[in-house]
């Protein structure tokens, strides 16, 4: 497992999810759209799950997607925080309440091979070790599940980080993982037919203070355990967002993101294979490869 540049400071983290629970939904435009181009890859899958556990669950919109896609499979909604679990129970409704569960991805309270489908939108990245974590997903999945996920990677938030980076060498912006790496640790894993690739996105602000109030409404700002404690200094915060004003076209600043997607299944008993990950050209046919759920 290649070592992150910093670490997460798990703590701040679920502190910070449980805090943006009430108004995560305002601002989370982007991951909404990541999780329904996710859940429309779904409609290429020959899957009839009777376990589906949505990892990262946050506010429950995609869990409720799931129940509604899969009504007679049990859908799972798995997340470290639990303020936000208390917003998916609200929205489920009366007659298929969502069960619920408070757990850490890298170590998940479920019974081996007891899951069908894992979902996964936006929540690896908040992992210290992947590897742990997919050895997790596998654990839990059945011969023949899949697992579908999405993540960040390097290039996400660059114009932040390079604006921060003008100003002083501290850390302000959360690391993410290369996708080949992410790849790599499917391998590791021992889950089968790993396919990765990756989507290009760009919100926009009027200005950079507006993009650090949607990050820290969505529980999504810096929690590297080498972060600076306390306040950061009117001088350097100017000089950051001065700094930041060098990206600025057609009168907007940009906040790109590099959204990581990826698949790959749990295998059939005898399978064996150390195959490098494949292109997003071929998702079709892997995903509908003899045998797989038909």
């Not at 449980?18 to 429309?40: C, F, W």
């Not at 007679?72 to 129970?89: E, G, I, N, W, Y």
């Not at 050895?135 to 993540?151: A, S």
Request: charged share 25%.
């Amino acid at each position: 497992m290649p070592d992150r540049q910093h670490t997460i400071d798990k703590q701040q983290a679920r502190l910070a999810f449980s805090r943006a629970a009430p108004r995560y939904d305002q601002v989370a435009v982007l991951q909404r759209e990541i999780g329904q181009r996710m859940l429309d890859r779904l409609e290429l899958v020959r899957l009839q799950p009777e376990v589906i556990l949505d990892i990262g669950a946050g506010t429950g919109v995609a869990t409720a997607a799931l129940a509604d896609r899969y009504r007679k499979s049990r859908v799972l909604a798995l997340d470290f925080a639990f303020p936000m679990l208390l917003q998916t129970r609200k929205r489920g409704n009366w007659l298929r309440k969502p069960r619920c569960i408070c757990g850490d991805l890298e170590q998940l309270p479920l019974a081996d091979q007891s899951v069908d489908l894992i979902y996964s939108n936006a929540a690896i990245q908040w992992s210290n070790d992947l590897d742990s974590a997919f050895g997790e997903f596998r654990r839990v999945l059945r011969p023949g599940g899949l697992l579908m996920f999405t993540t960040f990677g390097p290039d996400t938030l660059k114009e932040l980080r390079a604006a921060w980076a003008a100003v002083d060498s501290g850390s302000h912006v959360s690391t993410f993982i290369d996708m080949h790496d992410v790849g790599d640790a499917l391998l590791r894993a021992g889950l089968a037919d790993p396919v990765m690739d990756v989507d290009r996105m760009t919100l926009t602000y009027e200005r950079v203070t507006g993009l650090m109030r949607d990050l820290k409404i969505l529980g999504a700002h810096n929690v590297n355990s080498d972060r600076q404690r306390g306040l950061t200094g009117k001088g350097r915060l100017q000089a950051m967002q001065e700094a930041y004003e060098t990206f600025r076209r057609d009168r907007k600043l940009p906040a790109s993101y590099e959204v990581v997607y990826g698949h790959a299944w749990a295998p059939e008993a005898g399978y064996r294979s150390n195959a490098p990950s494949v292109s997003i050209d071929r998702i079709g046919l892997d995903l509908n490869r003899a045998g797989r759920g038909a």
